[in-house]
């Protein structure tokens, strides 16, 4: 009833009604009945502004506006997309979790992909796979191996703001016709014309186009549609239906791009609310998609980007860092990230169990490594695999350790008495093994004396 009013004061009506789900009256004008999931029918309805056909009711899903103020997260779905081969955007990836597509990603360099942060800031890396050149996001024999994840220093969960971040794979993508990177959009130019926004999202339920359901393990309520598809739309200086987040007492934060139109103006519109689907405009990425109110509701009002034109110094600049590193720098980490991997696996398939046996905490001391060097360098915060180990227990260590290599970095003190100066890296009297370590990942106790006299790192 609550919800029933509010939309009757925001569409101008001025009547009440008594409005139950599958039933109730229809004293109230016929689109607020359409509102309210009434069994309603919409015949002579006459108004100035309809909201919405009859004929299209069935098109839409029945439900509210979040609460006021609340930053909504987009449901996944597609509206009257159309079905593209990703050779029409080969900059489009899929991010997979546990080998289930998981978010939408864009390439932008031969081993760099650029996506949100929301879905992916307490996402264990050890679970994320990129897959690349494939209109299919239940296909792929490739599965790139995320080494880094870098989240925006400013990136804030509850606002979404700096809702930006940047996966590092290992090994470096070979460009063919189904697999490219694309350039950003310069920072002055202003942003007009036709836009494509694609990615893959919820199955339209409508019964028009074909749908292929898959079902994930994260999203179980959202039936995944694997074919690739994208929707165009007209960017214009001003939007005045990005007002309609200014009556809800949401604000749209600096960094953010709203684009599109609302539902009062095309019933019927085509729209995308995939997380991390790029919104491309004259071949080049002007945002990707961060967080709105709903797609193919009945009262959608634009969507909104975060902006890669407000982050093209952030992305510039680190871009620049991870081309100053090879493979042979990753390949420590990448080995680790694989043998953990192998790890975790067999622990959880070994039909009888090994002894259980105290890893001692001596060896759970962050060892600082070359590529740390210039992991510090980055702007944001850089995850990896020893983020996620021990129970997390390494990641504080490695922050406070970050955060005195950049102090270090920026007064310009050398490595060796950085390393003096990090109050954190505190050894004990029996020295701890390094990360990358067989001996460290296998949790095999050895003396310190045999451990040093070894090879093996």
């Not at 919800?3 to 101008?12: A, R, S």
């Not at 990703?86 to 650029?114: A, C, D, M, Q």
């Not at 679970?127 to 050149?133: D, N, S, T």
């Not at 954190?424 to 020295?431: E, F, M, S």
Request: proline share 5%; hydrophobic share 40%.
């Amino acid at each position: 009833m609550r919800l029933c009013q509010e939309l009757f004061e925001l569409y101008g009506s001025k009547k009440r009604m008594d409005c139950r789900p599958g039933g109730g009256s229809c004293e109230a004008e016929p689109q607020a009945s359409v509102l309210c999931g009434a069994k309603c029918f919409c015949e002579d309805a006459k108004w100035a502004n309809p909201l919405i056909d009859c004929s299209n009711e069935s098109l839409f899903e029945v439900t509210g506006y979040p609460l006021t103020g609340d930053i909504p997260l987009l449901n996944r779905k597609i509206f009257r997309g159309t079905r593209v081969n990703i050779r029409e955007h080969p900059y489009i990836v899929s991010i997979r979790r546990n080998s289930g597509h998981y978010l939408t990603g864009t390439l932008i360099t031969k081993n760099l992909v650029l996506t949100v942060a929301h879905p992916i800031i307490h996402v264990p890396i050890q679970e994320l796979r990129v897959v690349a050149g494939e209109s299919y996001c239940d296909r792929g024999t490739s599965l790139l191996t995320v080494l880094i994840i870098l989240i925006n220093e400013n990136f804030d969960p509850f606002t979404l703001v700096a809702d930006i971040a940047m996966l590092r794979f290992y090994e470096d993508i070979v460009f063919r016709s189904s697999v490219k990177s694309i350039s950003l959009v310069m920072p002055q130019m202003t942003l007009s014309g036709t836009a494509f926004v694609t990615g893959w999202g919820r199955c339209d339920l409508t019964g028009n186009e074909l749908c292929l359901p898959r079902a994930s393990q994260y999203y179980p309520d959202e039936i995944i549609d694997p074919m690739l598809r994208s929707i165009s739309l007209t960017i214009t200086p001003e939007n005045y239906y990005c007002e309609g987040y200014k009556r809800h007492e949401t604000n749209i934060g600096v960094g953010m791009k709203c684009v599109g139109v609302a539902r009062e103006e095309i019933s019927v519109c085509p729209c995308l609310g995939v997380p991390g689907a790029p919104l491309v405009v004259n071949a080049k990425l002007a945002g990707i998609l961060s967080w709105g109110f709903g797609c193919g509701y009945l009262h959608d009002l634009p969507l909104i980007y975060t902006s890669t034109q407000h982050y093209t110094s952030w992305i510039a600049q680190n871009v620049l860092i991870f081309r100053r590193l090879n493979k042979d720098d990753f390949k420590p980490l990448f080995q680790a990230t694989k043998s953990y991997v192998v790890l975790d696996w067999l622990s959880r398939t070994r039909v009888s169990m090994p002894i259980p046996h105290d890893h001692a905490n001596i060896f759970k001391e962050f060892q600082l490594v070359k590529l740390d060097e210039e992991l510090a360098k980055l702007q944001g915060i850089p995850y990896d695999i020893r983020d996620f180990m021990y129970d997390a227990e390494l990641h504080d260590k490695k922050l406070s350790l970050f955060k005195d290599m950049k102090k270090a970095i920026m007064e310009n003190i050398t490595r060796v008495e950085a390393i003096k100066n990090i109050s954190k890296l505190v050894l004990t009297r029996i020295k701890p093994r390094p990360f990358f370590s067989n001996k460290s990942l296998l949790d095999i106790t050895v003396a310190y004396e045999d451990y040093e006299n070894s090879d093996d790192d």
